[in-house]
């Protein structure tokens, strides 16, 4: 998922990820969508929309699409007239169900390709298209509205055309139309004359598919499309750096003057914010802001405004220099114990002084009458000559304005209430702590441990930290229960607080709802909650049985149905069937596993990753498991044929990317996983080959393993050098313990000596098991070398760092830190299980990490 993917799921819930659909918006619905129909007429709502279908209508198959696009203000009037047409002339229709989900498709943060349909009708034929078009161009031509991506428009009024598939036709989806890590995705599929299905062409750019002929009132329409502009385009090489619904900001030349500028693009009627304010709107506010700042130093110069096909693109000068947060990011000490005490006492100095500067920016603003309501360190440049300027003026607004922005990322906004120097001041503050601690927080708990740690940490002056926390506390939500401050304390309560977690992970649960027991991290960009092991309920099940906790028997039945229920299921370990059913079988369900792995078998013909989370070494080591508990030696040679198989890849060599799915490294998705299956093949049968496969199957990983300065090891995936449990160096340490058993090797010792070190890391960024703080502590307590107890130790009392509370009960934040999560990948119940071995729970976390581990074995006879 790119970053920009999990903006959606923070609408509906300020606490948990959720759905943006799940929006409660009963008072907002349309009258349209919710008025009597006439006899016959079918009414169904489906996330955002409301589908309306004529009396004996044929499914609506592939064909010609109109779509509708209005402004929330004219929504209302545009679907009463447009519901009442479609019932008149027999039309199948999908209407967005209410004002507030308009707004939620269009605002900001939401997709730029369904950000404008807000109507699509469903034409029988061309002579309806043709009809329909010439009559609603009537009805509503002089209504405005957004540009639909991907569509034709047809003359200038709010209705654009495009061919469309039918709802319930799908096929695997290719190249640029799969989501990232997702080989099994599956979009809308047009049919091919010859009766072959291909995906249906979602890029923003209107194309008609090569089969079909373009119908004749669409020809004056695609002629306009392609027609030339009136005047060329003031700035070429243009390199996008954000892209949102309302436009993007992008880097490029200004062709007059040669010289680079930032080009700021907003398209009218899309992008809009907390207060219905569109793109165009603001970025207008902007430049007016720009201009009355003129001369000012700590602001860019604005170059030119142009206008083109609608689209508004205002360029200022590039400032020289980087962004704070790129600065931050190179020179921030607090990576390893070595570099804190070498380098912590400069870049606290380099910090502070960074916000004098800004400060003094904002105080430059202040006197013309402004203050900014977020101060975002991707917008703040460092220039050479020690000029800071503020890229971006968008929340601008008058010092007597006490609002909240209507834009702005969380934790850098000024909070409701504040205006004029008490706002400034909040966000200075809120820069302090984020330079020195980039760790997002809620409530004064978390926060007073986090001031704790600066003074720990930087030689700052005498009360810095109490100053900076009774600061920020006036904003910060109070809570009762001071779960960090037992957790950072030098002997933690292990039992109250694992009842804690346990009690919040219940107090989360959700089994009247089919689509998520309980709350996690999304996993996709529309995924998020179900059955899976890495995500969804499985993995927390998993945890709350690891832990000695109660399991409820409507929690399990929930687990169960949901894979039973699941039209489009994946077969692996991590991410479907066969994680369900390991967590089904350690619960005591056998019966039940074997019903979820028996619907597992014709899917795994469809693996295509070799990987251990969800390719073909997870669901081999798991039918190994199978078959020792069950006897049933067709498991077991399927796993043996799996072998086989990926013995032949391995001795190729390193896996290939294959488009649209993880780079293929590290524990779960690369040759560390695979290793770990030859690993339990030797300790099964005693053949050797299998040693040396796993040991060229682990190279691949270790290959790419780069040690810092300072000893810390990371892995390179092609992007990042990441050190964690899920793709990093720290998931090595169980292949690489595990064969250092069989094949002493001093290399193979130093890797897994360096691995050690890394755990040990000072800063880690999120809490979670697979990708953050709680890997680390996983590690450690599975190794638990010489050393290894007080690192150990000292990483918990860290993990206050990210503690939170739920309904009095501790919980913790998922992937990104700014929604609370249950699931094992990112959530509570990943903390749960590193925290439990690290008192004394001892052996891997995860199954099939150890070959000799006790806790699967335990389980076998049952």
Excluded at 839 to 849: E, Q
Aim: glycine share 10%; aromatic share 6%; with cysteine.
């Amino acid at each position: 998922m790119k970053l920009q993917d999990y903006d959606r799921f923070y609408r509906a819930d300020p606490v948990l990820f959720e759905f943006p659909e799940r929006l409660a918006d009963t008072p907002e619905r349309l009258t349209a969508a919710v008025r009597p129909l006439p006899r016959g007429w079918e009414r169904s709502d489906s996330g955002w929309w409301t589908r309306l279908r004529p009396p004996a209508a044929r499914r609506p198959g592939q064909g010609w699409r109109i779509h509708v696009s209005v402004t929330p203000a004219q929504l209302e009037r545009a679907a009463e007239t447009v519901v009442e047409y479609c019932v008149r002339q027999n039309i199948a229709l999908d209407l967005v169900r209410g004002t507030a989900a308009a707004r939620a498709l269009g605002d900001l943060r939401a997709d730029r390709l369904t950000s404008a349909d807000l109507m699509v009708l469903h034409p029988a034929d061309e002579t309806v298209l043709t009809t329909a078009l010439a009559d609603l161009t009537a009805l509503l031509a002089p209504l405005p509205g957004p540009y639909v991506p991907g569509c034709l428009r047809h003359r200038s009024g709010p209705l654009y055309v495009r061919y469309g598939a039918a709802q319930d036709q799908r096929c695997p989806a290719a190249g640029h139309l799969a989501a990232p890590g997702d080989e099994h995705a599956v979009v809308p599929a047009l049919e091919r004359p010859d009766g072959t299905l291909v995906p249906e062409d979602r890029r923003p750019v209107f194309r008609c598919p090569d089969w079909v002929a373009l119908p004749e009132v669409l020809h004056a329409d695609l002629k306009a499309l392609h027609a030339p502009p009136d005047a060329p385009f003031p700035f070429r090489d243009a390199r996008a750096l954000r892209l949102t619904t309302g436009g993007g900001t992008y880097r490029a030349t200004d062709t007059a003057t040669g010289r680079p500028v930032l080009l700021h693009e907003a398209r009218p009627h899309t992008g809009l914010d907390a207060y219905g304010t569109d793109a165009v709107a603001r970025l207008t506010h902007e430049r007016a802001v720009l201009e009355r700042l003129a001369g000012l130093d700590c602001v860019p110069r604005v170059v030119r405004h142009h206008v083109r096909s609608g689209h508004h693109f205002l360029a200022v000068e590039l400032p020289e220099g980087r962004s704070l947060a790129e600065a931050a990011a190179a020179a921030f000490p607090l990576t390893t114990e070595d570099r804190a005490e070498k380098e912590a006492a400069g870049y606290a100095e380099w910090a502070l002084g960074v916000v004098g500067r800004v400060a003094a920016a904002l105080d430059a603003l202040r006197h013309r009458g402004f203050r900014l309501g977020e101060l975002n360190p991707e917008h703040l440049f460092l220039c050479p000559d020690d000029r800071v300027v503020l890229s971006r003026l968008d929340t601008a607004t008058d010092l007597t304005d006490d609002r909240s922005p209507a834009t702005g990322e969380e934790g850098f906004t000024a909070p409701a209430g504040l205006r004029g120097r008490a706002a400034t001041a909040h966000l200075l503050d809120v820069l302090r702590l984020w330079l020195l601690l980039p760790v997002p927080h809620r409530d004064l708990a978390t926060l007073r441990v986090l001031t704790r740690a600066v003074d720990q940490h930087y030689p700052v002056p005498p009360g810095f930290g109490a100053t900076l926390l009774s600061r920020l506390s006036r904003t910060a939500d109070p809570q009762a229960d001071d779960h960090a401050g037992r957790l950072a304390a030098d002997r933690p309560d292990w039992p109250a607080l694992r009842d804690s977690l346990v009690a919040g992970l219940h107090a989360m649960a959700t089994p009247e709802r089919t689509d998520r027991l309980f709350p996690g991290t999304p996993f996709g960009p529309a995924a998020l909650g179900g059955p899976s092991f890495g995500h969804g309920a499985a993995g927390v099940l998993y945890a709350l049985h690891r832990v000695g906790a109660t399991v409820p028997a409507t929690y399990v039945s929930w687990l169960a149905d949901a894979a039973e229920r699941d039209p489009d299921p994946r077969p692996g370990l991590y991410d479907g069937l066969h994680g369900v059913a390991l967590t089904l079988d350690l619960l005591g369900h056998r019966e039940r596993a074997l019903a979820v792995l028996d619907r597992a078998r014709p899917l795994e013909a469809r693996v295509l990753r070799p990987d251990l989370a969800g390719g073909s070494a997870g669901i081999a080591l798991n039918q190994l498991r199978f078959a020792r508990v069950t006897g049933d030696t067709a498991l077991h040679d399927a796993a043996l044929r799996t072998a086989v198989d990926l013995a032949g890849l391995v001795t190729e060599g390193p896996p290939a990317p294959r488009l649209g799915t993880p780079p293929p490294y590290g524990l779960l998705h690369g040759g560390a996983g695979i290793a770990l299956l030859f690993l339990h093949l030797y300790e099964e049968t005693g053949v050797t080959r299998y040693l040396g496969l796993a040991e060229r199957a682990l190279g691949f990983d270790t290959a790419r393993c780069a040690t810092a300065a300072d000893g810390s090891l990371t892995l390179f995936d092609g992007t990042h050098h990441l050190p964690y449990l899920h793709g990093g160096s720290c998931g090595l340490a169980f292949p690489l313990r595990a064969l250092l058993r069989h094949r002493p090797d001093e290399g193979r010792a130093g890797l897994l000596a360096a691995v050690r070190h890394t755990c040990g890391a000072l800063y880690v960024r999120n809490a979670g098991l697979l990708r953050g703080r709680a890997g680390a502590i996983a590690v450690l307590a599975a190794l638990d070398g010489p050393g290894d107890r007080e690192a150990l130790h000292t990483q918990v009392r860290r993990m206050a760092w990210y503690a939170h509370s739920y309904r009095g009960h501790l919980a913790f934040p998922g992937f990104r830190m700014l929604r609370l999560s249950a699931d094992l990948a990112t959530g509570a119940a990943g903390v749960l299980l590193a925290l439990d071995s690290a008192f004394g729970g001892g052996g891997p976390v995860l199954p099939y990490l150890d070959p000799r581990s006790s806790y699967l074995r335990a389980h076998e006879g049952r």
